[in-house]
């Protein structure tokens, strides 16, 4: 099986940064999209950021300009840098891979487990 493992939350005041890890492990033959996510209290979970294998990057706008995403192919990680944090971006963050495992030819979605970030002075 695959395993996301997520790191780096916390509590930070508003206008300070964090950096979110995740590495991915188990049976991998490649990973393509790897994103991140999050989920407020009674909201509905959204996009964050997503990047390809290839570097391409997407952002939601409420995190453009204040985050980035980055990615290691070859130790199948993600990493998000927020900056600039702002009460609002207080949620559970997960972590997303599409993975393809050895000997299987379509795309598999894994989730992390989850990792707070909570913005408040």
């Known amino acids: 099986q695959v395993q996301l493992v997520e790191s780096g939350g916390g509590l930070v005041q508003p206008g300070g940064s964090l950096r979110l890890s995740c590495a991915a492990s188990?049976?991998?033959?490649?990973?393509?999209?790897m994103g991140w996510y999050r989920q407020a209290p009674g909201k509905q979970r959204e996009l964050v950021a997503a990047?390809?294998?290839?570097?391409?990057?997407n952002y939601a706008d409420s995190v453009k300009d204040r985050f980035t995403i980055s990615r290691d192919n070859v130790k199948n990680t993600v990493a998000l840098q927020m900056n600039s944090l702002k009460p609002e971006d207080t949620a559970v963050y997960y972590c997303?891979?599409?993975?393809?495992?050895?000997?299987?030819?379509?795309?598999?979605?894994?989730w992390g487990q989850g990792t707070q970030v909570t913005v408040s002075s």
């Open positions: 997303h891979a599409e993975v393809q495992r050895f000997g299987v030819s379509r795309l598999y979605d894994y």
């Open positions: 990047i390809t294998n290839g570097g391409s990057t």
């Open positions: 188990g049976n991998i033959f490649s990973t393509y999209v």
